[in-house]
């Protein structure tokens, strides 16, 4: 069975400081990656998601994440975080032709402090 | 607001009853899903709809779950005779199943479970 990690549970960093999240999944086939975010008291939100083409995705407020294909890896970053980024952030996955129901990893909380 | 809505957000309810969570998808949605979400964990895949049809459920969803899209609108998802482990999140999506192509799934604030 598909199974996403995420390595880092709890981040802390400063405003301006930059972040990495890593996220590593376990499926041979043909997947989509996709990071979410849910913000403080709100829904889960789609920050990005890779199908094909180009592994350097970008997201919405600056983010964006890499597809490396040899490492099973679709790390998170920005350069620079801001408070309004404390969030949880949880990388998902789905099989390609797999009726998108998504494997989602144990999440990341990050706090920006000011 | 024309997201997804999930009625009740909260719920309370002693071991042993039975619950009913509503959850209306996004208008035109073709696609319905279940989550459910434990403390320290992601979401949880427990079934999806296409329409009227529910067309795959996880092995998490014991026979004591049942999920219902009857018009392929709104969906409900019941629990029966409640274990404390049911306390959890439970969430919903919808997404739009354009052949070929993989649609956002869009999410629901979630009903919160707590069994007593």
């Known amino acids: 069975a598909q199974s996403v990690s995420q390595h880092n549970h709890h981040v802390i960093l400063s405003e301006a400081a930059s972040l990495e999240l890593g996220c590593n999944y376990s499926y041979g086939g043909t997947v989509n990656l996709f990071w979410y975010v849910q913000y403080p008291g709100q829904h889960l939100q789609l920050l990005l998601k890779y199908f094909s083409g180009d592994p350097l995705v970008k997201g919405i407020k600056g983010f964006e994440a890499e597809f490396i294909k040899s490492k099973f890896s679709f790390n998170l970053r920005k350069p620079s975080v801001q408070w309004s980024d404390t969030a949880e952030y949880f990388c998902a996955v789905n099989l390609s032709g797999g009726g998108n129901k998504l494997t989602f990893g144990t999440g990341t909380q990050l706090k920006v402090e000011l | 607001d024309t997201g997804v809505s999930q009625d009740p957000r909260h719920k309370i309810t002693k071991r042993g009853q039975n619950v009913t969570f509503r959850c209306d998808p996004i208008?035109?949605?073709?696609?319905l899903y279940w989550y459910r979400q434990t403390l320290g964990q992601g979401p949880e895949f427990l079934t999806y709809f296409q329409n009227e049809a529910q067309l795959e459920k996880s092995r998490l969803l014991s026979d004591r779950f049942s999920a219902e899209r009857p018009k392929g609108s709104f969906s409900t998802l019941e629990i029966q005779r409640t274990e404390q482990g049911d306390s959890a999140m439970y969430l919903c999506?919808?997404?739009?199943?354009?052949?070929?192509?993989?649609?956002?799934?869009?999410f629901g604030p979630g009903t919160r479970l707590t069994v007593l």
């Open positions: 999506a919808s997404s739009y199943r354009l052949a070929g192509g993989y649609n956002e799934q869009f």
């Open positions: 208008s035109e949605h073709n696609r």
